[in-house]
C-alpha cells in the first residue's frame, strides 16, 4: 500500500503483507502486531473520531452567542515519529483539525488550554505589546498512574498492569467520579483509558473550565490523602471522626475492594515482608510484637492466611484493651493500600498538556478509550482494541455493507458510542447556557432602548 493510498482512506485499502489465504472467500491474514506510520494513516484515515473530538473541543459553538475564537485558542500539541514535538498549534475548522493529524500522523496528540490569542500567533500578539499571552480556560483534570502503587502491589510493577492489580484503577474511578458529582456538584466527566498503565478524567462543566489555578489546586488538595513517601512508613494519617467524603469512600467503595479483591489478589499477608509493611503503619509495639509473634508460626488453618491475618489484626485494633485512637488505624491501612494517588500538578495548573482520547499509545497499541465509570469495574485493559487488530477486523469485515460507518465494523464502535453518550449531554448543556446568557444580553439591550 502507498501512502497515498494510505491518506486517502479509499474504501479497499488493505494493509501492507494481507494476503487472502482463500479468494474465494476473502478471508485475510491477520495484521502483524506493531505500531507504525503506515498503520497510523488507515487509522487516522478510517476510525479516529475527528468530528466527535472537534465538537466536544469547541463545545459545539454554533450559537450566535458563541465565542467564535474560541477553538481557535486552544492548543494542541503533537509528537510525532523520532519525537518530533510540536506545540501551540491551532486550529479554526473540523476539516483544518482533521487535514493536519492526517498529514503530520502525530504518534500523540496533547490538548492543552484555551489560551487569550491563538497560540500558534503568540510571538506576533507579543510584539504589539498589548495582550498577555495566557491561560483562560482549560478542563479540570486529573491523571492517575498506576506505577505509583507500586509499593502496594506485588503482581506488578512500572508499567505492567494485570487483571489483579487494575482494581486500584476501578476504585480511584470510583471515589473521584462520584465526589466531583456529589461534593463538587459537576455533571459532564470523562475518564479515558491512558493506553497502558492509568486513567485520566476531564471534568468539563463550564464553571469547572473557568477556574482558576488557585481553585484547581484546592480541589485537588480536598482528594489528597496519601501524603507519603519511599522514605515514610505511615502514608495516610486519619483524624477521626472521618470526612463525610472520606467515611463514604471507605464504606462504599475502599473497604469492600480491600477485603473481597485486593486482600487475596496482592496476598498482603501471605509473606513476612509483606505483613511487616502492614505492621509498620500501627503506632502501638505491643500489638505489633503480639501480631508479629502470631505470624511467625507455621500456618495451618485451611481458610486463606490473608483473611486471617487481617481479621487478627481487625479484632485486636478495634477491641478497645489498647490506648485510644488505634481503631483508626484499620481505615489508614485500607486507605493505605487502595485510595486513589493523583499527580497533583497535573491538576493544579491550566496549562498542562493532557492526551487526547482516541490515540494509540506506541508502547501497547492500545487505543485510549474513554470508561463508562457507572460500569467501570466491567473495565479490562487487556482486551482494550489495539491499533494492528482494529485494521485486522477492516480487513476482515470491510466487504460488509450491513455498517453505517468503518468504526462500527470494528470493535472501537463501543468506545465511540460511550464518547458520544458523554458528549451529547455537554453540548446540550453548553447550547442551554448560551442561549440564557444570550436571551439576557438581548433583554438587557431592549431594557436600555426602551426610556
Known sequence: MTNQEAKSGSEDMVIDGFEPDDPAVGQYNSVPDGFNVNYLKVYYGKLFPHADIFRWMSYDGK????????????????TLDNDIYIRFQSFNTASELENSIKEKCP???DIGPVYTVDPAKRFAYAQTGDTVFSPVERELVFDIDITDYDDVRFCCSGAEVCLDCWPLMTVAIKVIDTSLRDDFGFNHILWVYSGRRGV?????????????????????????VYKGNENSQRKVSLVGPLHPFLARSYTDVLKGYFEEKLLQSQQLF???????????????EAITSELRGKWQQPFTSKEDINVVRWGQLKRMLQSGKHKKGLHICVEEIVFSYTYPRLDMEVSKHMNHLL?????IHPKTGRVCVPIDPQNCEEFDPTTVPTLSKLLEE????????DADNDWDKTSLGRSIKIFRSFLQPLLKS???ELERDYNARVQQMKNSLSW
Open 63 to 78: 450559537h450566535p452567542a458563541c465565542d467564535q475564537s474560541y477553538l481557535g485558542r486552544r492548543e494542541f500539541s503533537f
Open 107 to 109: 504518534f500523540k496528540i
Open 270 to 284: 501471605a509473606t513476612e515482608e509483606r505483613f511487616e509493611k502492614v505492621l509498620d503503619m500501627i503506632p502501638d
Open 394 to 401: 477492516l480487513n476482515t469485515r470491510g466487504l460488509r455493507g
Open 430 to 432: 453548553c447550547k442551554e
Open 355 to 359: 492526551k487526547a482520547p482516541f490515540c
Open 200 to 224: 485520566h478524567c476531564w471534568v468539563c462543566d463550564g464553571k469547572a473550565r473557568r477556574l482558576t489555578n488557585e481553585q484547581r489546586a484546592a480541589i485537588a488538595e480536598y482528594f489528597r
